[in-house]
């Protein structure tokens, strides 16, 4: 899995993080928590979360 945010549309509200943080604090972790990173990104404010399966 990749993931990546296209920072000019992230409006800074830290949500991703709260919801998946093994991914969004440490950057490179996506495996072993998908859905967690599906959750992030269907919520995401600035919808600028891209998950490449
Ligand atoms: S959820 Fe989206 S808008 Fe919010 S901080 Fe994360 S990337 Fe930015």
Known sequence: MKVWIEQEYCTGDGL???????V????????AHESDVLD????CAGECIYVKL
């Open 16 to 22: 991703c993080e709260e919801l998946c943080p093994a």
């Open 24 to 31: 969004f604090e440490m950057g490179d972790d996506g495996l």
């Open 40 to 43: 992030a990104q269907a919520q």
